[in-house]
């Protein structure tokens, strides 16, 4: 067998896992990746709408900056999330941004003077500063109180992912294509690689590395409709669960994007809505005001699914042989504005739908999207209980979205955890001794060759496309937008028993080589472990909280919930993962849990919150003459690698001090 081998191996080449090793390339260090496909092609490419950065350049983003971003990603995520981790992003969101300017990234720019845009169904003029001409544009989101979106047009990702790849490029970072990693090596205290299988020529190999970076995006297919990409299968989540060591976080917290248009799944950009697009009902009926009349069609997305799925089930949804679904209407935006902002979303539109988005309403409904869960790390992107084993991205929980992330905070993600994760992954692979263990090696070789030999071997037994069906219809039908305690139990036993009859897969096409049955077949248990982990979250988890809605227990109950879910896989026969859980602690935060905003406020508080609310209070007041970063310690110190530790400039610091020359003068 061969075996290859590097300071920095990182599973997945899109943007988190890229930037990854970009920043351990730029220290000297030898980083690997691994790729299903040509990086170029990754799930990060579909990104459309664009990427939150607290830039302030707008006249719409005045004022905007990291304590704003920080809050609106607290409420965002239902406070599920790291608060030190959310203020790690939000710090670093500016600099990643410039940083990708600098890459070539063709970010959409401000026009000086007027320009017309669509405000809550309203023509409104807004009129750009002459010293903003030129800097980076941002559009509107949901769940946002500024505008902080930065985009090119509707490809961002597209454009993000071509500019960061070429960055790897010209270090000379390889990329080892058409290669998935199947298990990881590990003596159950450190990684040590993984053991990987070439899907062109079947031929198995050991990459072994200082450090191992899982960074392979969502699990959206466990799902039979969802806007991820095919690849999006949770193996990655796989690979770290079947080490019976490392845990993977809050993986109940599934989000579904309010307008995937059907059938197919494929989705219109948040950026439709946050451009001035409405949601209709089958009576053209702009609906959303009546429920959340505040934020409207941009409140966060959890909740424009909800509400959406609650006016398709009073009879409003618009018939069709694909089931129920409802109308965005971008005609209002004008023909210019979507052929230069939303061309993307025009194209497809075009082309999977046969209709002109200028002038025709789009039929959409809310749709699986994203993965808040992932595997479990520390503020530094490492395992906890797996040295050496990091995870960065929709891979990971590491965990600044909770249980509901922003649109527009997941593409930040995958850069901004890169940048910072990426230096931690270089710091540890200069500390860290290569280790090679030969006979550990050959152990974890020996046991996927016998996984796939016993699939291979077979003349009968069970079809692995049946199987995925049958996983993909229960995910859809009982663990979806809304759930419930009978529904989930069922969810669950149907899984099992798709589980069980899992272990007697048989593969009809035998070959060892380019084989894609093969490779569904050895992708399945790995996926049905993933969907179980899923299921037995949300049955465990008695309450409502951002994306994770139970209808038989709708309150949010932070008395007993504040915490997050871990679920782990320790003995390889069992037919469903090990619960445990890490409390969330108030008195830590320096956003203590309050009302999100949306719709009535049943929360069942903790019983800390009232006493960190008062110590808030009071060390805001202490340092009210101080300076902003004193009042941060004393709150809520956060670390990062020194080189990003520096404040982020905006053109309302300098509009600030040429006033204030000016009057000195």
């Not at 302030?56 to 409420?75: I, Y």
């Not at 205290?189 to 970076?213: N, P």
């Not at 899982?214 to 193996?235: D, F, K, V």
């Not at 008062?614 to 809520?636: I, P």
Request: proline share 4%; hydrophobic share 35%; charged share 25%.
């Amino acid at each position: 067998m061969k075996i290859i081998y590097t300071d920095a191996l990182v599973v997945g080449a899109g943007l988190a896992g890229l930037r990854v090793a970009i920043a351990a390339k730029e220290r000297g260090l030898d980083a690997l990746v691994l790729s299903l496909i040509p990086a170029k092609r990754s799930h990060s490419a579909a990104a459309q709408g664009g990427m939150q950065a607290s830039l302030g350049n707008t006249v719409k983003g005045m004022g905007d900056n990291e304590d704003v971003h920080f809050q609106d990603t607290v409420k965002g995520s239902d406070w599920g999330c790291d608060q030190k981790v959310a203020r790690m992003f939000a710090h670093c969101a500016p600099k990643a941004v410039r940083e990708l300017a600098h890459w070539g990234v063709p970010w959409s720019r401000i026009q000086q003077g007027g320009r017309e845009v669509i405000v809550n169904a309203e023509k409104v003029t807004l009129e750009e500063a002459k010293a903003a001409h030129g800097l980076i544009n941002a559009r509107d989101f949901g769940g946002t109180k500024k505008w902080r979106t930065c985009y090119t047009a509707d490809g961002t990702g597209h454009s993000l992912l071509y500019a960061v790849d070429n960055k790897a490029i010209s270090l000379g970072i390889p990329v080892h294509e058409r290669v998935e990693a199947l298990k990881i090596i590990h003596d159950g205290k450190q990684c040590q690689g993984v053991i990987a299988r070439c899907l062109i020529t079947g031929e198995l190999r050991a990459y072994i590395a200082k450090s191992t970076t899982i960074a392979t995006g969502g699990y959206g297919r466990i799902y039979e409709i969802s806007t991820n990409a095919i690849i999006c299968e949770g193996t990655g989540h796989a690979l770290a669960l079947e080490t019976g060591v490392a845990t993977l976080g809050n993986m109940e917290a599934v989000q579904f994007h309010p307008t995937a248009i059907i059938p197919v799944g494929i989705l219109t950009t948040e950026g439709c809505r946050g451009d001035g697009g409405l949601l209709r009902d089958k009576d053209g009926h702009r609906f959303m005001p009546d429920y959340e009349p505040d934020k409207k069609e941009l409140a966060s997305r959890d909740v424009v699914s909800r509400r959406m799925t609650e006016h398709m089930r009073k009879g409003k949804g618009v018939e069709s042989p694909y089931g129920d679904h409802l109308w965005l209407d971008i005609t209002l935006l004008g023909r210019k504005h979507i052929e230069t902002n939303l061309r993307e979303v025009k194209e497809i539109c075009e082309n999977f739908l046969g209709i002109d988005p200028a002038k025709e309403w789009i039929p959409v409904r809310p749709t699986q999207h994203y993965s808040m869960g992932g595997i479990r790390t520390n503020e530094q992107g490492q395992s906890p209980h797996l040295t050496g084993l990091f995870s960065v991205g929709e891979a990971a929980c590491w965990d600044m979205h909770g249980f509901n992330r922003l649109g527009g905070n997941s593409l930040a993600e995958t850069v901004v955890a890169g940048m910072i994760i990426g230096k931690y992954v270089a710091d540890f692979c200069e500390q860290q001794a290569l280790t090679i263990d030969t006979q550990l090696i050959d152990q974890t070789k020996a046991a996927v060759e016998t996984e796939i030999e016993s699939m291979l071997s077979r003349t009968e037994g069970e079809n692995t496309y049946k199987l995925r069906q049958a996983m993909q219809r229960i995910m859809m039908d009982y663990v979806g937008i809304f759930r419930n305690g009978p529904e989930l139990d069922k969810a669950i036993t149907e899984l099992q028993q798709l589980l069980v009859r899992a272990n007697n897969i048989c593969v009809n096409n035998k070959k060892r080589h380019a084989n894609p049955e093969l490779v569904d077949a050895l992708r399945l248990r790995k996926m049905l472990k993933v969907a179980l982990t899923v299921a037995c979250g949300a049955a465990a988890r008695t309450e409502s909280r951002g994306a994770h809605a139970r209808e038989d227990y709708p309150e949010r109950n932070d008395r007993d919930w504040l915490k997050r879910t871990l679920t782990s896989w320790p003995d390889s026969d069992a037919i469903a993962p090990t619960l445990s859980y890490e409390d969330l602690d108030v008195m830590q935060m320096e956003l203590p849990p309050g009302y999100r905003g949306y719709g009535i406020d049943s929360t069942i508080h903790h019983p800390d919150t009232p006493k960190r609310e008062a110590e808030v209070a009071e060390l805001t007041a202490m340092h009210s003459n101080s300076d902003r970063s004193q009042l941060q310690h004393a709150l809520m110190p956060f670390e990062l690698p020194e080189t990003l530790t520096t404040g982020n400039q905006r053109l309302s610091d300098i509009l600030a001090q040429q006033a204030s020359s000016g009057e000195q003068q």
